[in-house]
């Protein structure tokens, strides 16, 4: 496999939808995660209602009206080829991750971003890690 860098030229994410219909930095969202997470750009009720989680199949991951929990850490991650992020706050802590991966390569069959994450969170807090990435294809 070639895993040269490549320079591409007049693509476009916005067959992603969502996930390519955002473009920001880790500035933005160290600013957005607390917001998205407190709440205070939605009315109470609504907060509320997105803050209603189900389990996602996986311990200690549940996921609401697009606000993941995980292992109380909530916020969102996302993957679209070349791209990977988490954003996400530790609201007993008031600790936020942010992660930021330009790549579509993962290592072992895991995404990077979080492999970065769980580093991360097991040494500033190690009781509520972000989840080690389950293999992506088949090993």
């Known amino acids: 496999?070639?895993?040269?860098?490549?320079?591409v030229r007049g693509g476009t994410l916005s067959w992603g939808w969502a996930a390519g219909a955002s473009v920001s930095d880790l500035d933005d969202l160290r600013t957005w995660v607390p917001a998205l997470v407190d709440g205070r750009?939605?009315?109470?009720?609504?907060?509320?209602?997105?803050?209603?989680?189900?389990?996602?199949?996986?311990?200690?991951i549940s996921y609401g009206l697009g606000i993941l929990d995980t292992n109380g850490r909530l916020g969102h991650n996302g993957e679209i080829p070349g791209y990977e992020s988490i954003a996400a706050q530790l609201p007993a802590d008031n600790a936020s991750l942010v992660v930021l991966v330009t790549s579509d390569i993962d290592h072992d069959g895991k995404n990077l971003s979080s492999l970065v994450g769980n580093a991360v969170t097991s040494v500033v807090t190690p009781g509520h890690l972000w989840p080690a990435p389950v293999p992506t294809g088949p090993e």
């Open 1 to 7: 496999m070639d895993t040269r860098p490549r320079r």
């Open 41 to 60: 750009l939605l009315t109470g009720k609504t907060q509320e209602q997105r803050l209603r989680t189900l389990p996602a199949g996986f311990p200690g």
